[in-house]
């Protein structure tokens, strides 16, 4: 593959994951909210099914990460998406909590694997011709993101939010044509290491610090759940149209950007033990705000912090615990940091805040989450200056070692000179 042709593939990739990410804002930025005002769930209801929708996810991509492997990325992506483009219009034929949920289960099944073989086509792109990062490729996601949510916003209203799954549909199709027209993967696939049950023990048994870390960030993933996709429920809550829940998204997703790109650099220059507290404490405070908000056009302003909350906390996080995986096995270490927070914590989350929010509402809920984020706060820095001194200990009994095994090399010399 000629330059011209590198140059081209890199901007098709742009493009896929530009309507890659406007697709899923399309619907997702809205999908609580066309579950409680168009089919009349309750927050609980719509709880559990957004906990299904993560779940489902979580145990099925290493199985379709099995597929592709298999059969070719472009191939299995292709599929669902064309599966997905027809799925969507199910959603609108949907009239109770059962067989939302059941159909929500069926959607999943393909709509899960979607993303993940996005970043992968991208990174085996990255890995094979070194002419671009994936933070430059992965800003066009959050472009892609922040102008559907706006753009959507403007066109639904509460007696037609069901148009959110048709115009989701029609951004995916253009994404397929584009994927089955235009894009055409490297000839070469390197093998990559892929997550095995057995590492999970290995890595985690061996370490208990790090299955402390994992614990904080599943708890985390709990008590932050209210300010992702379930934050339109609380802009509804306090009066806010349509373009307002768009424009929050949208600045959501921007925020991201900056600390995707820099966020190494802070970590190198602070520590990544500092920044982790610091973008917890951010997070409590920000839905302390919430909580006592209700003014929209504030609310959104609040948001702008919203890359503090994720991006730099993530970024943070797993430089961290990569410290306590061994370098062979540093991906599937990725893996338990996004299956912990996205996966587990946020699937609890979203049922937990649910629960919550039917009896004290969404900006009640807002508080005695970021009251119990302020909480793990004060544990995880107790957590970190136990861990550091633990840590200590290793590194002298290892220096230690290495002296006396130095010291009877050195004897051993003199003995034989």
């Not at 609580?32 to 927050?43: E, H, P, S």
């Amino acid at each position: 593959m000629n330059v011209k042709n590198y140059t081209r593939q890199n901007f098709v990739i742009r493009m896929i994951f530009f309507l890659t990410y406007a697709a899923g804002a399309a619907w997702l930025s809205y999908f609580n909210l066309f579950l409680r005002q168009y089919i009349g769930l309750t927050d609980g209801q719509i709880g559990i099914i957004s906990a299904v929708q993560q779940i489902n996810t979580l145990l099925l991509l290493p199985f379709w990460g099995m597929i592709a492997d298999r059969f070719g990325r472009k191939k299995i992506l292709a599929l669902n998406m064309i599966l997905v483009i027809i799925l969507f219009y199910g959603f609108i034929f949907q009239d109770t909590f059962i067989s939302v949920l059941a159909f929500t289960y069926l959607f999943t099944l393909f709509y899960s694997p979607i993303v993940s073989l996005v970043d992968s086509i991208a990174l085996d792109y990255i890995e094979q011709t070194g002419k671009s990062s994936y933070g430059s490729i992965r800003l066009w996601a959050s472009i892609g993101w922040a102008v559907s949510s706006i753009i959507t916003g403007y066109f639904v209203r509460p007696e037609k939010i069901y148009l959110i799954f048709p115009i989701a549909s029609s951004i995916l199709l253009l994404n397929w044509l584009i994927l089955k027209l235009i894009y055409h993967p490297l000839k070469f696939i390197k093998n990559l290491q892929s997550l095995k049950m057995k590492h999970v023990g290995e890595i985690i048994l061996k370490d208990k610090r790090l299955a402390i870390i994992l614990i904080i960030m599943f708890f985390y993933g709990i008590f932050s759940a209210p300010i992702h996709l379930f934050i339109n429920v609380y802009y509804a809550e306090i009066g806010a149209a349509y373009y307002h829940v768009g424009y929050a998204y949208a600045i959501q997703a921007l925020s991201e950007v900056p600390f995707f790109f820099f966020g190494k650099k802070i970590i190198k220059w602070t520590g990544s033990r500092r920044i982790i507290v610091f973008t917890m404490l951010i997070t409590s405070l920000r839905m302390f705000a919430y909580g006592i908000i209700a003014n929209p056009w504030i609310a959104i302003s609040i948001g702008i912090i919203h890359g503090i909350s994720l991006a730099l906390f993530l970024v943070a996080f797993i430089s961290y615990v990569h410290q306590f995986i061994p370098p062979q096995w540093r991906a599937t270490g990725q893996s338990f940091v996004y299956a912990f927070y996205f996966g587990g914590g946020m699937a609890f989350g979203n049922l937990w805040t649910g629960f919550v929010a039917d009896h004290i509402g969404m900006s009640g809920a807002m508080i005695v989450e970021a009251t119990l984020t302020l909480v793990l706060v004060l544990i995880t820095l107790f957590v970190f200056g136990t861990i550091r001194r633990i840590s200590d200990r290793i590194e002298m009994k290892f220096n230690d070692s290495n002296k006396s095994v130095t010291c009877q090399q050195k004897n051993g010399q003199n003995r034989h000179e």
